[in-house]
């Protein structure tokens, strides 16, 4: 199996390089190979081979990716932000093949049709990005096959556990507040409701990443022998001959080892995700000119100022609650170390094959909402939204376990409330500031920093809304005062114990001062959903582009971006599912650009 930690000396040139192991690198590795075994490809992962940790195998482990001691991941810390109270927010990304694929939350969480045609590119719209999205599934959830694939690599189901009380007390709550149940919430249409989750778990409880279902039976099948994957091991930058990508120089991570060289023939792909990709290009002298210079790099290969520019992310906040659940419907039990890991992998327990969100919802505001936050916001929601019912304000689900570090609680059975932003207006960026791979990265998240202050208003609505469906849910035992914004107690917004379900409930009354202290609250606790994205968008050059329709980057010729740093337009879903289709879809252009959609 050609998975080295050390690349032999007698692979110096290979026909494609592919700069990144992560989601889309992964489908791209194998698809090409199995477009013709005689390429020779070599894909080149700063991370470590996910199989055979636990974290990774099993979904039921996957905020292990987030301990200190993890080897899966790597976090970014932006620079601190006036607009969060002076915070600096890390954003967890993968790091390990198959990338986020490998140790997300596992949602399956699809993109709205406006979402794809917004991005106004040839071969990008929603009709044309229906067959990649199919590609890459096998679908076992609800809805219309017309809409989903039956043959895929990824498998989507409701894995082998789901609590069903608190499902169908969570949509029941939902519609008290007004929101229906949709069938399909991945259909590309469907908005504004509630759905009962599926995710990237298989009916027999698997993960489903692109290294184990995509590269992995292509590195083991025997029948692959020039598909080469180099592991814990960082691409440096590209190298040029005049203007054309010949190959890339790379840093083993072990410690002492020299960096090396490998040339292309043919095409070198980076795909490092939305910090890596941007930085790689600009220690390569593609970019502004200015950053370039001022990281001391000396050459200027081509001047594309679109790199690094408007970095997107959703703004997530989540809120937790007490709950009367049962020790066997939450995760609680597993997080706080009552449940012993090593006993529910030797018993093949059921509730390894959970992710805890057993509810995704995709939410917009009435018309009386709209108002009550105000002219400004209603100007930009009849600009943006209003003749767009494709289009959700908000995301929010249910997570059957406390919403964070479970330390310094009070022992019990939680359940939490995420809620994102879909297309948040705030951008940010990130930049290179030295030539070396450990030169720290300049980068601002961007979060809340759009001047009208739309996207806090977003999240005052989201928290009320997200605390009357729990507080109409029969597990309602009170907020955790910790987890909720501080209002004063004689507000009629202050938390409460009850000792049992509320009855007769009616809408929270928030006074001008109880919304300031939410959206205090929102700035200082406003977090990543780890959907980062945009910083090489897809767009025309003078629109702060960075590729083309097909994926070619501006000025320079033999190189290509496939992955979500491409996106050039936010989507309302968890990205996951928007990063496979961007996969099959730079595959499928790679392919026929090398010639090989004829063999």
Known sequence: MGLYSQLPDDIQTVDVIIAGGGTAGCIVAARLAEADPSLSILV????????GNPSVDYPAFFLSN???????????????????????????????????????????????RDDWDSWKMPGWTADEMLPYLKKSETYHG???????????????SSGTFTAK????????????????????????????????????????????????????????????????????????RVLFQGKKAAGIVYQPKAEGAASRTVNASKMV????????????????????PDIIRRAGIAQVVADVPGVGREYDDHHMLLYPYKSSLNPDETMDAILTGKLNPVDLIQNNHKILGWNAQDVTCKLRPTEEDIAALGPV????????????????????????????????????????????????????????????LTDPLDFETGFFADEKGIDLKKHRWAYKKQREVARRMTVFRGELPAGHPPFPADSKAAVVAPEGPLTEVRDIEYSAADDAVIDQWAQNNVSSPWHSLGTCKMAPRDQNGVVDQHLSVYGVEGLKIADLSIVPQ???????????????????????????DSK
């Open 377 to 436: 916001f209603k100007e930009a929601w009849d600009e943006e939204f209003k003749d767009h019912p494709n289009k959700p304000l908000m995301m929010m689900a249910l997570i059957n376990t406390f919403p964070g570090e479970p330390i310094g609680i009070p022992p019990g059975q939680y359940f939490g409330v995420s809620t994102f932003t879909t297309y948040p207006f705030s951008r940010g960026h990130v930049h290179i500031t030295g030539p070396r």
């Open 269 to 288: 792909i980076v795909s490092a995700g939305a910090f890596g990709t941007p930085a790689i290009l600009e220690r390569s002298g593609v970019g502004d």
């Open 66 to 112: 987030l301990l200190p001691s993890t080897i899966t991941a790597a976090f970014y810390k932006s620079n601190p932000s006036k607009n969060l109270g002076g915070r600096e927010i890390v954003v967890p990304t993968g790091s390990v093949l198959g990338g986020g694929s490998a140790v997300n939350m596992m949602m399956y969480s699809r993109a709205q």
């Open 44 to 51: 080149i992962e700063a991370g470590p081979d996910g199989a």
């Open 142 to 156: 609800p809805g219309s096959m017309d809409r989903h694939g039956s043959s895929g690599p990824i498998h989507v």
């Open 165 to 236: 009380r608190p499902q169908d007390d969570f949509i029941s709550a939902m519609n008290k507040v007004g929101w229906p149940e949709i069938e399909d919430l991945g259909s590309l249409d469907s908005c504004n409701g509630v759905q009962r989750a599926v995710r990237f778990i298989s009916p027999d409880g698997k993960r489903q990443d692109t290294a184990s279902r995509y590269l992995k039976p292509r590195l083991q099948d025997g029948a692959h022998p020039n598909l080469h994957v180099l592991l814990e091991t960082q691409v440096d």
């Open 570 to 596: 936010n989507v309302a879903a968890n990205t996951c599912n928007t990063a496979l289709a961007v996969g099959e879809r730079a595959a499928s252009i790679f392919i026929k650009e090398l010639g090989l």
